[in-house]
């Protein structure tokens, strides 16, 4: 990837994309690497409810907990692309991605009229 | 045959302006100002034409709904605040929705209270869970339109046209000026109520607005809530005209409904109630959504009224418990149009969390290319942020000062 794109506002919070288009999850951090006074790499994008703890204050913690805490890391080799979204390239159960939505699918299908 | 779509489009829009907020405090205002306030209409209308036309183009141009935006521009810390103060408003909205919905189902009923609010919302969620959502739309929006009975009730009232043209000419009132501002505030509250541009935004996104569709937006934006304005003045009309000066506060929405049936004998009691129970149901649906799209878009999961609830689980139940604690709440027999008040004061003062964050969107040209804001947006936008600012600074002092109106 050779755009130049501002970290702050073009990628941290945007909406996470799998490779079938789901909607798994925002840019919740990213992490750097990097000396002192050199270059820096964004590593990796993390996400869920675990890292929201370090981003705002104590309603950051209560949401962090009411959440769950779990915290999920992608490899900046997964992002396929950043545009308006954040796209990957794998599906988002493969990254770890979209549990939630997984866990309660199987309770929602049983109610009918849930697939009309 | 896209002109009667457009057309069908707007019906349905005229129909699904007027919520309970509307209802209570057009009303209420006519009751206790006569047509001094329809000023105020007017400036509601036109800042909730502005704000739902830059939340249209948004989501047309960058495929983001508001609590997307939002995130993605003020960041995680003061994204949250917005939401949770959102949510909060929104719940109220519900509840108070509902709570109208029970009692406009008690007035053509007569059964018990608790046992209709259990069936409204039983009736919600069969609504919700089974009918495609073009159709509720539908059937909300043109039922509501039943509430057009109360434009003819305006004109049956016989008001003085005169006072009633006044009444669209700024003005103060020098006798009491507080409770005078604090109908002003809770007119602008209503008639901006948040939740609208919610669920317009969220709406434009899922279905796949783009560029081409920015002319529909802008003509849904200013014909829908235009002509949906036009109810509100029928209603203050009406309040004015009738309870003005009688001693009268229409604290009950059994007295809204009376403003059909004194000039229109019992049809228009029966329309006036049918309008007002399909707007306010309407208007239930669409917080209930609104509250679901908030939540669903900030944290990124997936969401849709157009999926089914298999393709969006954390979705789905977001927009059930709410459902379930807005049923809970007023179980505990709240009275629904205190709560209106309420809720719309209290959006009044959210409302500047969700109309700063889209403004920057709007004017940010690597989310809006060439689609930024332009001069009119632009001037209509920061004027319209500069009354927002205002009324979320007075609002809940004029609350108290007034003693929520009743002085």
């Known amino acids: ?116 | 045959m896209k002109i009667f779509q457009i057309a069908l489009g707007i019906l349905a829009a005229i129909g699904g302006f007027v919520d309970i907020g509307d209802l209570v405090f057009n009303v209420a205002a006519g009751a206790t100002f006569g047509y001094q306030l329809l000023w105020v209409v007017v400036i509601g209308v036109v800042g909730i034409i502005v704000y739902s036309e830059m939340c249209g183009r948004v989501a047309a141009v960058s495929g983001k709904a508001v609590f997307d935006a939002v995130r993605e521009r003020v960041g995680f810390k003061a994204g949250l605040a917005a939401l949770v103060s959102a949510q909060v408003v929104n719940l109220m909205t519900l509840t108070a929705e509902i709570g109208g919905l029970a009692i406009c189902l008690q007035l053509l009923s007569g059964l018990p209270y608790r046992l209709l609010i259990l069936i409204a919302g039983v009736g919600l969620l069969i609504v919700v869970w089974f009918v495609a959502f073009d159709w509720i739309e539908r059937i909300f929006g043109y039922g509501g339109l039943c509430m057009l009975v109360f434009a003819v009730a305006a004109v049956k009232l016989h008001p003085a046209w005169g006072a009633v043209g006044h009444g669209f000419v700024p003005h103060l009132d020098r006798e009491s000026p507080v409770l005078y501002a604090y109908f002003a505030v809770g007119l602008l509250g209503a008639a901006m109520t948040p939740y609208e541009v919610y669920f317009y935004s969220s709406g434009g996104v899922e279905e796949r607005w783009g560029p081409k569709d920015l002319g529909l937006n802008k003509v849904n934006a200013m014909i829908g809530y235009g002509l949906g304005g036009f109810l509100s003045f029928a209603l203050m009309i009406v309040g004015g005209a009738l309870f003005l000066g009688q001693g009268i506060e229409p604290e009950f929405l059994g007295t809204i409904a009376l403003g059909a049936e004194v000039p229109l004998g019992q049809i228009g009691l029966l329309l006036g109630l049918v309008g007002i129970l399909f707007a306010v149901s309407g208007a239930a649906i669409d917080t209930l959504f609104s509250g679901a799209y908030n939540l669903a878009q900030f944290l990124g999961w997936e969401w849709g009224r157009y999926r089914h609830p298999r393709g969006a689980p954390k979705f789905t139940v977001t927009w059930l418990v709410l459902l379930v604690l807005a049923l809970g709440v007023v179980m505990t027999g709240v009275d629904p149009v205190q709560l209106t008040e309420y809720a719309v004061i209290f959006s009044a003062v959210a409302l500047p969390l969700t109309y700063i964050p889209i403004f920057l969107v709007a004017n940010d040209r690597t989310y809006m290319r060439e689609y930024t804001n332009g001069r009119i947006a632009n001037a209509l936008g920061i004027l319209y942020l500069v009354v927002i600012m205002v009324i979320a600074v007075t609002a809940i002092p004029l609350m108290i000062l007034t003693n929520v109106g009743q002085n």
């Open chain 1, 1 to 116: 990837m050779t755009k130049t794109i501002d970290l702050g506002l073009n990628l941290l919070d945007h909406q996470l994309l799998d490779t079938d288009g789901r909607r798994c999850g925002k840019v919740d951090d990213i992490a750097l690497e990097g000396a002192p006074g050199g270059d820096f790499e964004v590593v990796a994008i993390l996400c869920g409810p675990g890292v929201w703890r370090a981003r705002a204050g104590v309603i950051g913690r209560i949401a962090a907990w009411l959440g769950g805490g779990g915290r999920v890391r992608i490899p900046f080799e997964e992002v396929a692309d950043v545009g308006s979204h954040v796209k990957l390239r794998k599906r988002a159960d493969e990254l770890g991605l979209g549990r939630g939505d997984d866990r309660l699918r199987p309770y929602i299908e049983k109610i009918p009229g849930s697939d009309h």
